[in-house]
Structures are given as C-alpha cells and as structure tokens.
C-alpha cells in the first residue's frame, strides 16, 4: 500500500534538491536491491556492506547530476554499484577468487538430507563458475535471477539493446553450460 | 536428428535456467547490518561540510570559542604555576 503513495518522480525530484527524507525513501526501497548486487558481485557480506554504502553516499552526493533520460533511478544506482564494483575488482584483481560462502545455500525443506547435500554442492559449484565468467555476464545473471529483470530492464542497466542482452544471455547459458560439460557436473539432479 | 538436437538444446537450457534461478535468490542483509548503513548513510555529506564552513557566521563562532576556551586554558594554568612556585 506504501508503494502507491510513493511518487518517484516527485520524490527524485525532492531529493535533488538536497531534501534528505526524500532521498531516505529513495534507499529504503533501492538498498536491497543494490546490496544483493553487490553481493552477489563481491561474494562477502563485509565487502557488500561497505560498497552498498559507498553506492548510497555517492548517489546522495551527485543526485542532482541525475537527468532522467529515460533512464531509471534504480539503473542510475546499478551503474555507480557496477562503477564501484569494478574498482573494488581492480585493487583487490592480485587476491585469488574469493569463495561465497558467508551465506551457505539453503537445503530445500522437505528434502531427504542426501539430496539436499547433493543440490547444496551443486549450488556451490554453479556459483563458483558463475563468479568465473566475465563481470558483464555475472551482472546480467544476477539482475536476471537475483532482481528478475526483463532484458529490456536489464538493457537499461547495462547500456544494451534488449537484441543484445538476449544474445549475451544465450551465450552465457552456453559456456556455462561447456563449463559443466568440462567439469563433470551434472545439473539434471537425478 | 536436427530436431532432436534442438530439443534437447531446449531441455539443457531449461535445466540449467532452473538451476541458476535456485541458486541466485535474494539475499536479506542482517538487520544489524541494515542499522549500521542506515548510520553510515545519515552522516552530513562533504558539500554540507563546505558549506558549514562557508557560513561565516558560525566558522566566526567556533573560531572566536576556541580562541576563548585556549585563553581562559593558559590563565589557569599560569596561575597555577604561580601558586606552585610561590614560596610556603
């Protein structure tokens, strides 16, 4: 109900002009989205707070740079999230992988305990191939999966035509598809 | 056999996108974790500070107090060091 009375535009608006409260509803509806970017990018809680803080504060310090172009607040926030994110990869590119771990996959309830474990370790090995692939296709699964987007959406975001990001996501699919071919993995859970 | 193949091509595919939809699910950040960028996102901005420091007004207070605060400061103390050396 909350959301019908939210007014994006009016509250863009507010906020750019330097009205805090304004911009408070505007990270109230954006922060979970971002955080599950970011973390999903980062593979660490700890790491995904800072940058989702860092995304917030630099949105707050440049919102009245933001023109609506026809494109919309949440991917003005996903570009600077991506931006950080990208430079977060760059300092940190010496380190090895870093395993996502902090949030273990859920066994599925109900399940016999020997084919949740199954489906956990399957789960696992798909994130850590996921996290293998270029950043471009990393971003288009989780906006994909994680933020169930539209390719057109997912378009906006990442600065692509919908023909694009549906070619992109066919080749993702593809090599992710070889990279389980390649390592044995069977997805068919059977 | 083409048609075979495309199938299932179709059915990998449908697989796989099952898979990688229960795999990235939404996360829901703690909520101490929540509080604490709450915390961090109400700090003043830095073009808040600036301008703080642009108004005259205020900057001539927080000088004028400080330079009060070190006088008063320096008098105690010199008068304790007077008292200190004076003799029984």
């Known amino acids: 109900m909350a959301d019908l009375e939210f007014n994006e535009d009016e509250t863009l608006a507010r906020a750019s002009q330097g009205d805090r409260d304004a911009f408070g509803l505007l990270y109230e509806k954006y922060i979970d989205r971002i955080f599950n970017y970011v973390y999903y990018r980062t593979g660490n809680l700890h790491d995904a707070e800072d940058l989702t803080a860092r995304v917030f504060q630099r949105a707050m310090n440049h919102i009245e740079n933001y023109r609506d172009r026809g494109v919309p ?16 990869h760059r300092d940190r590119s010496r380190k090895q992988e870093i395993p996502l771990d902090e949030i273990p996959s859920q066994p599925t309830r109900g399940d016999h305990p020997e084919r949740s474990l199954v489906r956990v370790q399957e789960q696992d090995a798909l994130l850590t191939l996921i996290r293998q692939l270029p950043p471009e296709r990393q971003t288009l699964l989780i906006l994909k999966f994680v933020e169930n987007l539209s390719n057109a959406e997912i378009g906006q975001v990442m600065n692509r035509s919908e023909g694009a990001v549906k070619s992109l996501y066919h080749r993702t699919l593809l090599a992710l598809r070889d990279q389980l071919g390649d390592q044995h993995i069977n997805l068919d859970g059977e | 056999m083409k048609r075979r193949t495309i199938h299932n091509f179709d059915g990998e595919f449908n697989t796989l996108e099952a898979r990688l939809a229960g795999t990235l699910k939404r996360v829901s950040p703690p909520s101490d974790l929540m509080r604490r960028l709450h915390e961090r996102i109400r700090l003043p901005a830095r073009k808040e500070i600036v301008l703080r420091v642009q108004d005259w007004n205020r900057l001539f207070l927080i000088f004028g107090g400080v330079m009060s605060g070190m006088v008063a400061l320096i008098t105690v103390a010199r008068a304790l060091f007077h008292l200190a050396r004076r003799p029984a």
């Open chain 1, 73 to 88: 607040f949440s991917a003005w926030l996903y570009r600077i999230a991506h931006n950080l994110v990208a430079n977060w």
